[in-house]
Every structure is written in structure tokens, then in C-alpha cells.
Nanobody, 119 residues
Framework: QVQLVESGGGLVQPGGSLRLSCAASGSIFSIRVMAWYRQAPGKQRELVALITSGSNTNYADSVKDRFTISRDNAKNMVYLQMNNLKPEDTAVYYC?????????????WGQGTQVTVSS
């Protein structure tokens, strides 16, 4: 089992920055990929960024060059540095972990943290 807890959300002005953190506990060794998703009211949840165990990263086009995902395996943490925030970035951000157990993939989600970009 893997548990994920996000933190760092809040209210920020357009153009500002915010750093989200996700702490993982449990079967950390089984995690292969960690990612950040977001979901705004009335919209589908979308992938924001992901990072593999080999530190390969992928970003949604809408956040490329503004957001940076990173992980610290020693601390069991994944981060999302968000710069030049825009109102359209407003959403609940969820930490996601892809883990393997018994040769099968399992998905774990955090409870989410609210990010509001407004002046």
C-alpha cells in the first residue's frame, strides 16, 4: 500500500509561484512513476507532469516551460514547482503514484490540494 499526502496549495496572484509537495509512505520501493494531475470544477482531470524512476519527465503543453516536476527518492517526496501561474491553472492538484505489486500495476492518489490563481 502507498499513501500520498499533498501540501503547498493556496492562493497566489497571476505571475506568482507556488511549490507543491507530495509525501509518499508505505511500499515506496514499488513506485515507478509519480505524477501531478489537476482538475478544475466541471472539467476532467488532466495530467500536468510526470516523472519516472529514471528521472525522465513529461509535461502538458499548457505548463511546459513554467512547471518543473522533481523527486527525491531518499526523502520519498515529489515536487511540482509552478512559476508564472495563470488563472487557468486554478484547480485541485492531485499527486499520483504508479506502483507495481505482484506484477500488476496499482494506482494511488492523494487527497488533493487547492491551487487558486487570482488577483
Amino acid at each position: 500500500q502507498v499513501q500520498l499526502v499533498e501540501s503547498g496549495g493556496g492562493l497566489v496572484q497571476p505571475g506568482g509561484s507556488l511549490r507543491l509537495s507530495c509525501a509518499a509512505s508505505g511500499s515506496i520501493f514499488s513506485i515507478r512513476v509519480m505524477a501531478w494531475y489537476r482538475q478544475a470544477p466541471g472539467k476532467q482531470r488532466e495530467l500536468v507532469a510526470l516523472i519516472t524512476s529514471g528521472s525522465n519527465t513529461n509535461y502538458a503543453d499548457s505548463v511546459k516551460d513554467r512547471f518543473t516536476i522533481s523527486r527525491d527518492n531518499a526523502k520519498n517526496m515529489v515536487y511540482l514547482q509552478m512559476n508564472n501561474l495563470k488563472p487557468e491553472d486554478t484547480a485541485v492538484y492531485y499527486c499520483h503514484a504508479e506502483a507495481v505489486r505482484d506484477l500488476r500495476q496499482h494506482d494511488y492518489w492523494g487527497q488533493g490540494t487547492q491551487v487558486t490563481v487570482s488577483s
